[in-house]
């Protein structure tokens, strides 16, 4: 993919999140995670799936990977919204899993979409986006080993944006780098500046297509830089400086790839991304409560006796 498209795509991912802040200060969103600065790599990556075959495992800030995957936003945000389970949005025809808001809790389901996968024999590779925080959780290294040793299609991307909610990298991956496990797995393992899109892009192409064609997982490390807040309910002021703030935004994928770009290009992709954000916004608006009685549904197949119980009290609770 060309410079200019996935210029596009960020610049969508980079409005949509500043209207998401804008939603949730206005009270139309109880809470939401912010991917300012990690629009290079989610697009990057993303854009690199082939969605006749590959499968997309995400976390809690994977706004960019969604855009990149053409799912439509209106769905994918009503996630934030809590007003279903998961989002609106078809996970199975747009291939990207709803996401989650564990810890490394995706990476688990990519490597067993990925068994799947390598069972039945389909040609398609699975990734996941985890971050550095995620990285120390032990799902994640089990995940990385049982990979390593079934030689399984999939691509363990992890963003490490610097910080998982107040703890610094350098508190949270002992030895310094991520990519660097990946060598006590028996897999590949890279590193990437995570910040330049075409960079991103072309070492999660050159990952998928080694997964699809039997050479195994392989871990990518992007650096990059949570340029906002944890979340809206976070104030990242009480626990990292100004400079290292000024320093990254500096670094800004966004910016970086239109200084690479013709003006006209730029403008365009601006008035584009308007227009996404107006249709997304009146999408979302108009959403309507869905009924309540769906909490009780699909929870479990068969419900449990105390589902079933909690599902009366609470129509005795509406009635009463
Ligand atoms: C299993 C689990 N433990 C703790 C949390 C609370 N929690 C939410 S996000 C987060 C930090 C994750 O940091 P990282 O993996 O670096 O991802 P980032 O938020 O930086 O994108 C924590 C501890 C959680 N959601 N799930
Ligand atoms: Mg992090």
């Given at each position: 993919m060309e410079l200019s498209e996935l210029y596009r795509l960020m610049l969508v991912a980079r409005r949509i999140d500043e209207e998401a802040i804008a939603l949730q200060r206005q009270g139309a969103l109880p809470g939401y995670a912010p991917m300012k600065g990690q629009e290079a790599a989610q697009v990057g990556s993303a854009a690199a799936?082939?969605?006749?075959r590959d499968f997309a495992f995400p976390n809690y800030r994977d706004l960019g990977a969604a855009v990149a995957m053409g799912v439509d936003l209106v769905g994918y945000l009503a996630t934030h919204l809590g007003?279903?389970?998961?989002?609106?949005?078809d996970p199975r025809a747009s291939r990207?899993?709803?996401?989650?808001?564990?810890?490394?809790?995706?990476v688990p389901h990519a490597v067993g979409w990925a068994m799947g996968a390598k069972l039945d024999d389909t040609g398609g590779a699975a990734i996941t986006w985890f971050g550095d925080g995620a990285s120390s959780q032990g799902d994640v290294h089990e995940s990385m080993n049982f990979a390593g040793v079934y030689r399984l299609p999939v691509v363990f991307f992890c963003?490490?944006?610097?910080?998982?909610i107040s703890v610094p990298t350098e508190r949270q991956v002992a030895g310094g780098?991520?990519?660097?496990?990946?060598a006590g797995y028996g897999i590949e393992g890279r590193q990437v500046d995570g910040n330049d899109v075409m960079a991103v892009h072309e070492a999660t192409r050159e990952a998928l297509d080694r997964a699809r064609n039997g050479g195994g997982p392989t871990v990518i490390e992007a650096m990059t830089y949570?340029?906002?807040?944890?979340?809206?309910?976070?104030?990242?002021g009480r626990y990292r400086t100004l400079e290292e703030e000024q320093a990254w935004a500096e670094k800004d994928p966004i910016a970086r790839a239109a200084r690479e770009l013709p003006a006209e290009t730029v403008a365009e992709a601006e008035e584009h991304a308007a227009r996404v954000v107006r249709e997304v916004r009146d999408g979302l608006l108009a959403l309507e409560q869905r009924p309540g009685e769906e909490l009780f549904s699909f929870v479990y197949r068969e419900p449990t006796k105390a589902l079933l119980d909690q599902q009366r009290a609470w129509k005795e609770s509406l009635d009463a």
């Open positions: 799936l082939d969605l006749t007003v279903w389970h998961g989002g609106l949005y990207l899993a709803p996401f989650n808001a564990v810890v490394g809790g995706p963003q490490n944006n610097g910080w998982a780098s991520v990519a660097a496990r990946a949570r340029i906002g807040p944890h979340s809206t309910s976070d104030d990242p």
